[in-house]
């Protein structure tokens, strides 16, 4: 059998160079052409020898080339035709073989004829290939001669398979088989295979590998199958051969199925094959994978290639390590290094395949993403990911998908992670700019988990890679540290950190790196002129400046080093931030930010004294010379309004005395002209946006240097400020636009102004400045109270920023002005130095009194009830409350002032002696002041975030805007300031509830104008109702649960119980909740609001919760709560609150959740404060609950039903092993249970507006849901026993599902999708329960009693539907239901009375027989 053979270009070239370097091993004698008539073989008479003479081929001896003297095609052909022409033809073919065979058996003579002849003709003109093929390939050539020549080639090859290649460097049974490679047709295939495999099966093993190499060259693809059949055989017999025959596999044309039997074959042995063997065999497995087995052969691929068993433990390396240095491991290190060569080869050939192979690297991601279990998941798997991720660019974010589901599940680890690295970092360092682009990726994560895992893959990167792959992890951690991400800032720092202690001296290779880094990239960012990068710089900048300058410590012994040390930072320090300064002087708000970031280092830091004190002075100077002028120094301008020296707390004569210097330097700016000057032309300016901030650096600098003592600065307590009147008047209404903005912003900045005061006068132990911080407390109230005015009549007003940081960005306006600066005018603030130092002097007696008994009751400011009384009366109302981000934030230590009682100061003559007294208290405007501010912290600190979910696409920093100041401390740190406080808010709280008892002893309310002031009744109550809420927002703080905590909880307590009783010896803590409770009980008598009982109701639950037997005090709160319901408040007390509904809600809620039996409570509402309400005129309430009105009926009917709902869902259904008792009681709750559901369903006759009916058909069907699961089991086996009352009790429900089904006839009649959405469901349950309780008859033996009635659809009022009249014959065929019902036969036997009988009509009226189910609707096309 003649095929034909294929062969290409390149593989062809590729035997060709083959045979060349075979070639050229031989000495170059051998290669020198000879001349041509030497070594020439005789002819004696060979047929063999002439033909080949005559055709162009001279044959050599020795160690001569055989000479062909025409090309080779021309020599082929010329010798056939001899052969064919011959006249002894066939018979010659047969004398020029055995010519050849005698030839051959000199192996010179052999080894000629195998090697290429040599070319007599010049290459120019030679027609043919540029090389010559040997005689024996020649003669293959020929059809006719090729079956012999094959054969003989064969016999021969034998003789060599056992011999040492020659000193040449040729193989002879090598070179024999060469002869056979890329032949143009072979005769007879089958045979050629079959002597083929006969010879690989007796070859030595290193000519077998060879011979299995060289089928694909030597055989036709017809015989590929066969070949492979004897291949696999020989696979399984010899596993030596497992590499030439899988290498063989994947160049012929085989079978899929073959293949893939082959693949399981190979699959199975891959945990057992040598090392240097499996990057073949995975070559294999992946070359044989298709669309359809993809997935399933690389998961069992993931499964058994494990190369962790190839790299040699850590111990083995050690010992080996101490071999090496004896000289006795150098083969062990060769071994370990091809192990690793081999390990690199595998993942070679595995990105090979994923690069070309789309099908492969979707496969393996699949195969990694089925896996759920964690002990399941394998460093490989991590590897791949890896790997894929940097190999193909379309799987990137498959990858970054599938990374985020592994690390959020838990699957992927550290200790995993670390795996990976330690065993694949070879592999995994050449994809290292794939691994930090990924690390990369991840740190944008809002996640904190994949956070983590981005900073793990920086270190394990910076652990195991070289020292550029070092370098790139270094230097992308500082680019995130510049970022501003705030958690991507902290993750980058705890990894640089990290690193450190991993390897420090890494690091330190690195750390110069990383410092010019830092500082190139601040002062990028401080030229930028994007505002948010300038922000970055300046925090980068200033937090660098605080490291550089923290004090150290220095050794006595080295005081001059530490001296040289200081100069160095002092001086490094000092540039730093004159470059800061320079770079922010002309924008305000970058201003305002570096000086509250530097005023935070400064409060957190300790900086050395060097610094400090250069600091300080230069922040003095600044601020004095840019917003102080002399009292004296009246400005002069063109003013909108007269210009006047307010809120001045001392008399000042002309001669002395400083101003702050507002309304100048704010118009400058604000009108933009420059003819408003001041007297002194060397004052220096600056915007007064940063007045508050850069005094807060200066009062904090001033603090540090002298422990805390203000008195340099003390003249700026009771400075007055040039500002035009701020109060409005009657002259609102006429100002302009421009004018009231004006007044707006100069407003908002003296509040400002003010609370920065308070907040750094607040903690001076002189009774004289405690005076006045109170005097600065009134007039932000006062303040407040202007600003409310102004903003209400300005509605698009934006107030002047207050505080300045990457969350408030998007509020900030961008027209930020450039101010020029101007020469230094010093000294002014400490002009009244002098007459503070005197009145220090002369006051010395000044009494401080902290009496809290009684509380002035003089407002200063307007509660929130007054606010809402203006609303009411038709006059534009403004929260502050959304302003608060253009609020300067008061520190926590403010609220020690709530310690202040009646404080007396002494005011001076001239001559320092006592003029007169003044008494200074903390009012209920001041303290509702203080109060506010204080719950706005505990609510945003001591709060879960999840529970003040903030709106998707609202900006996530808002929450904390105005916060900053607070969360620089921790939370437990301001918990123990709370402690703190709770004895003077206790105070407060009594004095408030006294002041209310007092108010009933006398019948006195709201109303009674001319003896009680409404404004302070409802000041008092407001600050009532924020204590409250404060103690509440306290103790609900779930940090008290951890055991760190405990101590603080006991404190608080402590303070509590105290109220009640003096106590030394330390008390458990289930006794402090009990006596903390009492305490806050005794608070409920004279409540003075509704929305104040609510919150000491929560409050007293928040107690409950930290005792072990809370159900001890339960009853209290359900009584409580329901006093509170059966209470009638003040007139307008619902009006006045817009959350009064959502309170009752909750207040409702709680009654019902507490009290002993919810049944009897609802039974009561519904059955008793429901009629009466009935009965009231339109706008009166129940008489019993006097909250409960037409217009919250559908909060109470809401509750109600949901309160029901859930307890009968909460009730266990019975069992048949149930005693009778259980049984009776089960029996008589759900009864109760269907009687309260009866009396709220029918109340939708009376009350039949959309909420009410939604809630009836939400929970109608969640109530008959409960009743099909918990009551109808307990049905089965007591309707023998107790008849009477499951009859009775099916009766009840019966009446309360057709009222469900008048509902649904009336959602669908007047077609409101907000109620028929609810019938489908609805419908199911019912037809559910007619289901069930048919079972149950058939259970009883009853199953005759179930027949099929009709009903008409009806409306709420039982009122037939129209449509569905019998007069209309399609619409009654239609709409007409089939009523599924049941009944017990009067006949039955005497163990089923006649009283069990259930007769229905066709109409909604049953027979004199007891109902036994509900007639309910099913689903036609009428829906």
């Not at 000519?207 to 199958?225: N, R, T």
């Not at 791949?384 to 660019?393: A, D, F, Q, R, V």
Request: hydrophobic fraction near 40%; charged fraction near 25%; proline fraction near 3%.
């Amino acid at each position: 059998m003649v095929s034909k053979r294929r062969r290409s270009d390149s593989e062809d070239k590729e035997n060709i160079t083959e045979d060349a370097s075979k070639i050229m091993k031989q000495p170059l004698s051998k290669l020198a052409k000879k001349s041509h008539g030497s070594h020439e073989v005789e002819e004696n008479g060979s047929v063999f020898v002439r033909l080949l003479k005559t055709s162009g081929l001279t044959l050599k001896t020795g160690e001569n080339q055989n000479q062909l003297g025409v090309d080779q095609i021309i020599f082929q052909r010329k010798l056939f035709q001899a052969l064919r022409k011959h006249p002894s033809y066939p018979k010659v073919i047969e004398e020029f073989v055995n010519g050849l065979e005698s030839y051959i058996e000199d192996c010179d003579s052999l080894r000629n004829c195998l090697l290429s002849c040599e070319r007599v003709q010049d290459e120019e003109a030679s027609t043919g290939a540029f090389y010559s093929k040997s005689l024996i390939k020649l003669l293959l050539g020929i059809d006719i001669l090729q079956p012999a020549i094959i054969k003989m080639l064969f016999e021969k090859v034998p003789q060599f398979l056992f011999e040492n290649e020659s000193s040449d460097g040729i193989n002879m049974s090598r070179l024999i088989i060469n002869q056979l490679k890329w032949l143009d047709r072979i005769v007879d295939s089958k045979d050629l295979t079959t002597q083929m495999m006969q010879l690989i099966n007796v070859a030595p093993v290193n000519l077998q590998h060879d011979f299995i190499i060289s089928l694909p060259e030597i055989l036709g693809d017809s015989q590929h199958d066969n070949v492979g059949k004897e291949l696999s055989e020989l696979l399984i017999q010899n596993t030596s051969l497992t590499v030439p025959i899988l290498d063989v596999f994947s160049s012929l044309r085989l079978d899929p199925k073959f293949l893939s039997e082959i693949c399981q074959l190979v699959m199975g042995k891959l945990s057992s094959v040598r090392l240097e063997d499996l990057p073949v065999i995975v070559k294999f497995i992946l070359h044989s994978v298709t669309d359809t087995t993809s997935l399933e052969v690389i998961s069992e691929l993931r499964e058994k290639l494990n190369v962790q068993h190839f790299i040699l433990p850590s111990r083995v390396q050690a010992s080996q390590s101490k071999l090496k240095s004896k000289g006795l491991a150098s083969s062990s290190g060769n071994q370990e290094n091809s192990d690793k060569d081999c390990i690199v080869l595998v993942f070679d050939v595995i990105k090979s395949a994923i690069r070309y192979e789309k099908t492969i690297s979707e496969a393996w991601i699949k195969a990694i993403e089925r896996i759920e279990s964690v002990p399941e998941h394998k460093a490989l798997d991590v590897a791949m990911l890896l790997i894929i991720y940097s190999t193909s660019t379309q799987t990137k974010k498959g990858i970054e998908k599938v990374l985020r589901n592994k690390i959020q599940s838990g699957c992927i680890q550290e200790q995993l992670l670390d795996s990976t690295f330690s065993t694949h970092y070879l592999v995994l360092k050449d994809i290292c700019p794939s691994i930090l682009l990924l690390a990369q990726t991840l740190f944008h994560s809002q996640d904190q988990r994949i956070i983590l895992f981005g900073s793990l893959l920086y270190k394990y990167a910076f652990k195991f890679f070289d020292t550029y792959c070092q370098q790139e992890v270094v230097g992308a951690l500082v680019t995130h540290i510049c970022s501003g991400n705030e958690a991507e800032v902290d993750t980058a720092l705890d990894v640089l950190l990290e690193l450190i202690v991993l390897n420090p001296s890494a690091m330190r290779l690195n750390a110069v790196f990383v410092k010019d880094e830092m500082y190139l990239v601040i002062r990028k960012q401080l030229s930028s002129t994007v505002f948010k990068y300038k922000l970055i710089g300046i925090i980068g900048a200033v937090t660098m400046a605080g490291v550089m300058a923290e004090d150290r410590s220095v050794p006595s012994n080295s005081t001059q080093r530490g001296t040289d040390l200081s100069n160095e930072w002092c001086s490094q320090v000092t540039s730093l931030l004159q470059l800061v300064h320079s770079c922010t002087e002309h924008s305000p708000w970058a201003s305002s930010l570096y000086y509250d970031e530097f005023a935070n280092l400064i409060e957190e830091r300790k900086l050395a004294p060097k610094a400090l004190e250069w600091v300080g002075q230069t922040i003095f100077n600044d601020f004095q010379d840019a917003f102080v002028v002399d009292f004296c120094a009246i400005p002069e301008g063109d003013f909108p309004f007269p210009v006047k020296a307010l809120y001045g707390l001392e008399e000042y004569s002309s001669q002395d005395g400083i101003v702050i210097n507002l309304l100048p330097l704010f118009f400058r700016e604000f009108a933009d002209i420059s003819q408003v000057t001041s007297q002194d032309p060397s004052q220096k300016s600056m915007s007064p946006l940063c007045l508050a901030s850069h005094f807060r650096l200066l009062r904090l600098c001033v603090a540090r240097q002298h422990n805390g003592n203000l008195d340099e600065i003390d003249g700026l307590l009771d400075c007055p400020l040039w500002l035009p009147d701020l109060e409005p008047g009657e002259k609102l209404e006429s100002m302009s636009a421009k004018e009231r903005s004006l007044m707006c912003s100069l407003t908002f900045l003296t509040f400002n102004w003010f609370r920065e005061v308070v907040n750094a006068f607040c903690q001076q132990t002189s009774p004289e400045m405690k005076g006045k911080v109170l005097s600065r407390l009134k007039d932000l109230v006062e303040l407040q109270e202007i600003l409310e005015k102004y903003l209400a009549v300005t509605p698009d007003y934006v107030p002047p920023f207050a505080n300045v940081d990457l969350a408030t960005l998007d509020m900030i306006p961008w027209n930020g002005s450039a101010v020029s600066t101007k020469n230094r005018n010093k000294g002014k603030m400490g002009a009244r130095k002098q007459k503070a130092d005197s009145s220090k002097a002369a006051s010395t007696e000044a009494l401080l009194a902290e009496d809290t008994s009684e509380c002035d009751t003089v407002p200063t400011g307007r509660s929130q009830g007054d606010k809402e009384s203006t609303a009411k009366e038709g006059k534009t109302f403004v929260s502050l409350q959304s302003y608060r981000a253009f609020f300067r934030e008061l520190d926590i230590e403010v609220f020690s002032i709530l310690h202040s009682g009646l404080v007396t100061k002494f005011i001076l003559d001239t001559e320092m002696h006592t003029e007169a007294t003044e008494v200074v208290q903390l009012g209920p405007a001041e303290l509702l002041f203080l109060l506010e501010d204080l719950s706005q912290k505990l609510e945003n600190i001591l709060t879960p975030s999840f529970a003040k979910r903030m709106c998707f696409l609202k900006n996530k920093g808002s929450r904390n805007i105005g916060f900053s100041h607070l969360h620089q401390r921790s939370v437990q740190d301001v918990v123990h300031c709370v402690v703190q406080l709770l004895t003077p808010m206790c105070n407060h709280l009594e004095n408030i509830h006294n002041y209310f008892q007092s108010l009933s002893a006398e019948n006195l309310s709201v109303d009674d104008k001319p003896r009680v002031k409404a404004q302070e009744h409802l000041t008092m109550s407001s600050c009532y109702q924020k204590l409250l809420q404060i103690f509440h927002t306290f103790f609900a703080w779930k940090g008290f649960t951890h055991h760190s905590n405990h101590h603080l909880l006991h404190s608080a307590l402590e303070v509590l119980t105290s109220r009640l009783k003096q106590t030394e010896q330390k008390q458990p803590l289930e006794e402090l909740v009990s006596q903390s409770f009492t305490y806050l009980q005794n608070f409920h008598h004279y409540i003075p609001s509704f929305q104040c009982g609510l919150y000491l109701l929560r409050l007293l639950m928040a107690l409950l919760e930290k005792s072990a037997v809370p159900t001890q005090k339960k009853e209290k709160l359900a009584s409580l709560a329901k006093q509170l319901l059966c209470r009638a408040w003040p007139h307008g007390e619902r009006e006045k609150n817009t959350n009064f509904n959502d309170h009752l809600h909750d207040l409702l809620c709680i009654y019902l959740e507490h009290t002993d039996n919810v049944l009897k409570a609802i039974e009561e509402i519904a059955g008793v404060g429901v009629p009466e309400l009935v009965n009231a005129p339109k706008d009166g309430s129940s008489s019993t609950f006097p909250t409960l009105t037409r217009h919250t009926f559908i909060i109470f009917f809401r509750v109600m039903m949901a309160e029901l709902e859930k307890t009968v869902r909460g009730l266990q259904a019975g069992t048949a092993t149930d005693s009778q008792q259980v049984h009776e009681k089960k029996l008589l709750y759900w009864n109760m249970a269907v009687r309260d559901f009866s009396i709220l369903i029918n109340l939708m006759k009376v009350f039949d507006s959309y909420p009410v009916l939604h809630v009836c058909l939400k929970y109608g069907r969640h109530f008959v849901e409960a009743f099909l699961k918990q009551c109808m089991p307990l049905l089965d086996f007591s309707f023998r026993k107790h008849r009477e009352d499951v009859l009775s009790l099916l009766e009840t429900l019966q009446l309360n599902t057709r009222l469900l089904h008048h509902l649904c006839g009336h959602s669908k009649i007047h077609q409101d999708t907000r109620l028929t959405k609810h019938v489908p469901l609805l419908k199911k349950s019912l037809e559910l329960l007619v289901c069930r309780v048919k079972a149950m008859l058939v259970l009883n033996n009853c199953r005759e009693a179930f027949w099929l009635g009709t009903l008409k659809n009806r409306d709420l009022q039982g009122e037939e539907i129209i449509s569905q009249c019998p007069s209309s014959p399609e619409s009654t065929s239609e709409d007409s239901e089939d009523s599924v019902t049941s009944h017990v036969s009067r006949n039955r036997a005497t163990e089923l009375s006649a009283q069990a009988g259930l007769v229905l009509d066709g109409e909604d009226e049953a027979s004199d027989g007891h109902k036994d189910e509900d007639d309910e609707e099913s689903d036609d096309s009428s829906d």
